[in-house]
Structure formats: structure tokens, C-alpha cells
């Protein structure tokens, strides 16, 4: 199973007949490699709820290397792996609730 933060994302690799001529050779491959892997399910998950991939994402955003394995988590996720370990919960703050009060 793949969660993704990304709504759109999600919803573009779920339809088979989805194009965009911006990314598509990007977007192709993700569908290429996607099809290679039996059973596979993406589904949309809320960055709240997907802290350690989201800091982990930041993090090789800013590395000057292609690939990093690391063999224990990098001392800016460890907070957030305590957190996930003792099921810590996250609120969403959602601006269109917050416009009705």
C-alpha cells in the first residue's frame, strides 16, 4: 500500500485514461514502475498523518546526493517516530471550518 499526501496525485495515478502533457514522461513512469508491483494499492493520506515520510521528503529535498540510506532515523525524525510509536494524534486545521465560526 502507497499513501500519498498529495490528493490530486492519487487520484491521477488511480485513473488509467488521466494525461498530462507537463509531467507525462514523469507521470509515465511512475505508472510503469506502479505496474510492476502486484497487488498495489495508493491511497491519499493527510500530511498530519504522514509526518515522518513528509520531514523525510523535506529532508532529501535539501540533500546534494541522489540516495542516502540511512541506519537510523536522522535526528530531526526521531520526535516524530516517538510520536508515531506511542500513537500520538494530530489535528487538522481545516480554513473552510474555521471561516464558519
Keep these: 500500500m ?14 488509467p485514461s488521466y494525461a498530462n502533457t507537463i ?17 498495489l494499492s495508493i491511497k491519499h493520506i493527510y500530511r498530519e498523518a504522514n509526518r515522518c515520510a513528509n520531514r523525510l521528503a523535506n529532508l532529501g529535498n535539501c540533500q ?26 494530530f489535528n487538522r486545521l481545516c480554513p473552510e471550518l474555521m471561516l464558519s465560526r
Design 64 to 89: 546534494s546526493l541522489d540516495f542516502i540510506s540511512y541506519s537510523c532515523p536522522p535526528v530531526d525524525l526521531v520526535p516524530l517516530v516517538e510520536a508515531d510509536r506511542q500513537g500520538m494524534c
Design 2 to 15: 502507497v499513501k500519498i499526501d498529495a490528493k490530486a496525485l492519487v487520484d491521477a495515478l488511480n485513473n
Design 23 to 39: 509531467v507525462s514522461s514523469l507521470f509515465d513512469d511512475c505508472r510503469r514502475l506502479a505496474a510492476q508491483i502486484s497487488h
